[in-house]
């Protein structure tokens, strides 16, 4: 018993000094609250960074085409994205977040939402199945590999599936389904494609499911507001104010949610705290649309937005079962 809990306090704490480096030397990670996020305020839709306090905005891309639902890599160096510069089809971008190496990932005629694995080898999105058969047509998930090749479907059956978006331990990823028969519901799936579980029944549809870093809880839209629920779903909840609140995303310690919201006749971005609520605008333009925000954070690894502690709790009993 000894040896292995040797082992395992030796093997955490190399990766506790390793990430400690990690973060002190990568410039994007090392501030671990970093916004990405699309915003018309140069004409058409583009992709934006900015701090998780609103501050150092910044563009991404610069194109005569729209931009937008941007995807932060786990490591934090690329953020994948829509964009319909591909003669009008819209598609999964790849860009570096410093705005360079943009690559074209996906050829379908309609990609949309994509949302990287947790060890950033793969995308998951959602694709249009039979564009050209008006009675046939519907969205399912698909998931390809962050290089482009190895493109598949992961759900064997389709009806209507959108919205992925992967557990943080990788193994699991949430969506929304509906059917003629019932309204929007949020399931979770086996990322291999097996098990198909299903969280939510009844009420308003239920959609834009987003897994917190912890993987503890999962947010999603239901009757135009922010929900969360426990991620086998349990103890569904609304936590923001009656309004237009789409695209939820979770700030790395998984205590405060990003979201887009609707004022007046623009897009802002706003946040809410999951356990004591309340909406602060993070961005408040009247003239211009910010919409689709995503918020970084390391994969398993979260950094506290406060003095950016490192918590390394999902990666210690990962070594811990490793070795057990």
């Known amino acids: 018993m000894s040896f292995k809990v040797g082992r395992t306090f030796a093997a955490a704490l190399v990766i506790s000094l390793f ?8 410039g994007y990670a090392s501030r671990g609250t970093k ?9 058409n839709y583009e992709i934006y960074v900015m701090d998780g306090d609103g501050k150092n905005q910044r563009r991404v891309t610069v194109h005569p085409n ?12 690329k953020i994948a994205f829509v964009s319909n510069r591909n003669g009008g089809r819209i ?8 705005g360079k190496n943009t690559i074209r990932l996906t050829d379908g ?7 990287w694995s947790p060890d950033g080898t793969k995308i998951a999105y959602d694709f249009l199945l039979n564009p050209w058969d008006n009675e046939n047509w519907k969205r399912t998930i698909y998931v390809i590999d962050s290089d482009g090749t190895n493109n598949r479907q992961l759900i064997k059956k389709p009806e209507w599936e959108t919205y992925p978006s992967w557990s943080p331990d990788g193994r699991k990823i949430a969506f929304r389904s509906h059917s003629h028969v019932r309204p929007d519901e949020i399931y979770v799936i086996d990322a291999d494609g097996g098990d198909i579980e299903r969280l939510t029944r009844g009420g308003f549809s239920k959609y834009m499911p987003a897994w917190s870093p912890d993987g503890e809880h999962i ?17 569904q909840r609304p936590i923001s104010e009656n309004g237009s609140h789409t695209h939820p995303t979770w700030s790395p310690d998984s205590g405060t949610i990003a979201f887009q ?3 007046g006749h623009s897009f802002s971005i706003f946040t809410v705290d999951v356990e004591a ?13 910010d919409s689709n925000p995503d918020w970084f954070h390391p994969g398993q690894l979260s950094v506290t937005p406060v003095d950016s502690r490192i918590t390394i709790w999902g990666r210690l009993k990962s070594i811990g079962a490793a070795l057990r």
């Open 66 to 77: 729209i931009d937008e639902d941007p995807a932060w890599s786990p490591d934090g160096k």
């Open 19 to 26: 990430v400690q480096m990690h973060i002190a030397t990568d």
């Open 35 to 43: 916004i990405a996020f699309a915003s018309t305020r140069d004409g």
């Open 219 to 235: 947010a999603y839209v239901s009757n135009h507001r922010i929900w969360v629920m426990d991620s086998d779903g349990k103890k």
């Open 261 to 263: 919201s609707r004022v």
């Open 277 to 289: 609520g309340g909406m602060d605008p993070l961005l408040e333009v009247l003239d211009q649309d």
């Open 109 to 115: 005629v309609s990609d949309q939402n994509p949302d």
């Open 91 to 98: 598609q999964i971008w790849v860009i570096d977040a410093d």
